[in-house]
């Protein structure tokens, strides 16, 4: 894995749980509005579309980047619309990182030749 697939698999990954999390407090909140006089639907719904949209940019860098075959790429574009799914991408991206770096090192010592 190169530096700037790496890059983006972790930006992506950065972004993941925030999102996951403006997006829980974004239906907290419009509970909240409709049962008591409280409305903060407006901020959260803004945070949580910026934090959305940049999801969306990195997820589009990373898919072009690592090469994700398509199921891949759905699946974690699907994450991302889940109200928690974002921090299962979150888990998934690090595992992948994680292993990514342990097969460059085994390359590395020529312990294996993939």
């Known amino acids: 894995m190169d ?18 999390v ?19 639907v407006p901020v959260m719904g803004a945070v949580h579309g910026v934090l959305f949209v940049l999801y969306v940019i990195f997820w589009a860098d990373a898919w072009n980047r ?22 299962f991408a979150e888990r998934k991206l690090r595992r992948e990182a994680e292993d990514a770096v342990i097969a460059a090192r085994a390359r590395k010592e020529g312990v294996v030749n993939a």
């Open 66 to 87: 690592a090469r994700w075959p398509l199921g891949t790429a759905a699946l974690y574009f699907v994450l991302s619309v889940l109200p928690t799914g974002g921090f």
């Open 3 to 20: 530096l700037k697939t790496a890059a983006a698999l972790r930006r992506l990954r950065l972004v993941s749980a925030p999102e996951a």
């Open 22 to 40: 403006s997006f829980l407090i974004l239906l907290v909140c419009s509970v909240l509005k409709r049962t008591t006089d409280f409305n903060a």
